[in-house]
T-cell receptor
Framework: DAGVIQSPRHEVTEMGQEVTLRCKPISGHDYLFWYRQTMMRGLELLIY????????DSGMPEDRFSAKMPNASFSTLKIQPSEPRDSAVYFCASSSSGTTRETQYFGPGTRLLVL | QKEVEQNSGPLSVPEGAIASLNCTYS??????FFWYRQYSGKSPELIMFIYSNGDKEDGRFTAQLNKASQYVSLLIRDSQPSDSATYLC???????????FGTGTQLKVEL
């Protein structure tokens, strides 16, 4: 299996611009998670989906952030407008409610820098 | 109080020694715990998970869970320089599949 795929791997943008991060989970996994990691706050869960439905978005920092999962193999995290404090590494992870029992597998991450 | 707490370190151990990494959690309802390793600039990768009280061994790694004390630990035997990384403890909190991570402990294995 190819693992969790994220794109782009690096993104540099200017404040006020829209940023879209993409994720393809492991095939067959029914859970998808978006995390943000910074030195100050560590790894924080932003939102997670089960069977393409958002279950918990309590970690989404504000209305500038939105996430969608139109089908089982694709999800996006959008920031509009972006701000310098959004600079972080954004990870996507997926898991299965089946045999792997909650074990989450992480993608390589997208390193976002907002100038 | 954070739901999952770890000492940020760095924890330095000599090569060949046992490294002991510790984690405490506040949610008594938490059932499942995970240890992830993260190399600098890389994504977290799962090392072990533990659901039951007691010890679970996998190669050089042993995870320990004490639900009464709300304590999780990871022992790394015969530490190698390649074990130098940040180790993240995580627990399923609040039900469902939501993982809450500690801030991680940096481990340095010195030659």
């Amino acid at each position: 299996d190819a693992g969790v795929i994220q794109s782009p791997r690096h993104e540099v943008t200017e404040m006020g611009q829209e940023v879209t991060l993409r994720c393809k989970p492991i095939s067959g996994h029914d859970y998808l998670f978006w995390y943000r990691q910074t030195m100050m706050r560590g790894l924080e869960l932003l939102i997670y989906f089960n069977n393409n439905v958002p279950i918990d978005d309590s970690g989404m920092p504000e209305d500038r952030f939105s996430a969608k999962m139109p089908n089982a193999s694709f999800s996006t995290l959008k920031i509009q407008p972006s701000e310098p404090r959004d600079s972080a590494v954004y990870f996507c992870a997926s898991s299965s409610s089946g045999t792997t029992r909650e074990t989450q597998y992480f993608g390589p991450g997208t390193r976002l820098l907002v100038l | 109080q954070k739901e999952v707490e770890q000492n940020s370190g760095p924890l330095s151990v000599p090569e060949g020694a046992i490294a002991s990494l510790n984690c405490t959690y506040s949610d008594r309802g938490s059932q499942s715990f995970f240890w992830y390793r993260q190399y600098s600039g890389k994504s977290p990768e799962l090392i072990m998970f533990i659901y039951s009280n007691g010890d679970k061994e996998d190669g050089r790694f042993t995870a320990q869970l004490n639900k009464a004390s709300q304590y999780v630990s990871l022992l790394i035997r015969d530490s190698q320089p390649s074990d130098s990384a940040t180790y993240l403890c995580a627990g399923i909190t609040g039900g469902g599949n939501k993982l809450t991570f500690g801030t991680g402990t940096q481990l340095k294995v010195e030659l």
